[in-house]
């Protein structure tokens, strides 16, 4: 993204002297998705996914499952995304939503990949589509499918994603006064929980106002291991483990 633009080199250095030993840098476009692998190819630390953004579904050319199929054959792109509904924003018409999410789920399906779900005022939608994706594809039983991007929602809704196949990862925003995330975060399988950046948005409390950046999830696993009452070197251990039999790095 741009905010980067001006010292990228200086913020991937800054990750690699927190502990963060690898960066997933995630399309929201066409554009972007070629942006991210520019980036995996530069960087040995960073991987990339290809998706359209639900804010980008009312703008994509007809053959935007032709490129991203492409794209997705990079041998550093470990995922379809982000991909999703949001129905806060709202930028795109619903319907072209729904069909741009099919669209590439059936991608992910086609190419075995995993996906990076954003879900936005749209929980129950979602779910009912991932239920009907994950009931058609009998071969993704067992295995990882994806991940429940910023989860912001409740603990049943946790739970049905969940028996989905799905992770659930949280951003920044575990460290705000008052987020439900932490106690959340307790109801969910040590094992099926990921954290992340989303930057350059929900920068930790600490930071609460700036840019955000990788370095900072450092500082989401700190604020998830205390509350999970658990010693920040084994949380970090046990997500990294997590990430690294999604995204098969």
């Known amino acids: 993204m741009k905010e980067f633009a001006g010292d990228r080199d200086e913020v991937v250095t800054r990750a690699l002297a927190m502990g963060v030993t690898r960066i997933i840098s995630v399309g929201t476009d066409i554009a972007s998705s070629e942006q991210a692998i520019a980036l995996a190819e ?6 990339a996914a290809v998706g359209i953004h639900p804010h980008d579904a009312g703008r994509v050319e007809s053959s935007y499952l032709t490129r991203l199929a492409e794209l ?3 041998p550093k792109v470990v995922a ?9 924003r709202n930028y795109s018409p619903k319907e072209a939503q729904f069909s741009v999410l099919r669209g590439q789920l059936e991608l992910a399906a086609e190419l075995s990949l995993p996906i990076i779900i954003h879900a936005r005022q749209s ?3 979602m779910i009912e589509i991932l239920s009907d994706w994950v009931n058609h594809h009998k071969d993704l039983s067992g295995k990882p499918r994806g991940v ?3 989860f ?4 049943p809704t946790a739970r049905k994603y969940l028996e989905l196949g799905f992770y659930i990862s949280f951003p920044g ?3 705000y006064p008052q987020s439900r995330a932490p106690a959340v975060a307790k109801t969910i399988p040590i094992d099926k929980i990921l954290v992340e950046t989303d930057c350059p948005f929900l920068t930790p409390q600490k930071y609460r106002g700036k840019r955000n950046e990788p370095s900072y999830v450092a500082l989401t696993a700190e604020t998830l291991a205390i509350s999970l009452g658990m010693p920040l070197e084994k949380f970090a251990g046990q997500t990294t483990e997590n990430a690294q039999r999604l995204f098969k790095f």
């Open 42 to 47: 530069k960087y040995p630390q960073i991987y």
């Open 72 to 74: 997705a054959k990079h």
């Open 80 to 88: 379809i995304g982000e991909i999703g509904l949001d129905f806060y």
């Open 123 to 125: 929980a129950r939608e």
């Open 148 to 150: 429940i991007h910023c």
């Open 152 to 155: 912001s929602e409740d603990t």
């Open 173 to 175: 925003f575990v460290s």
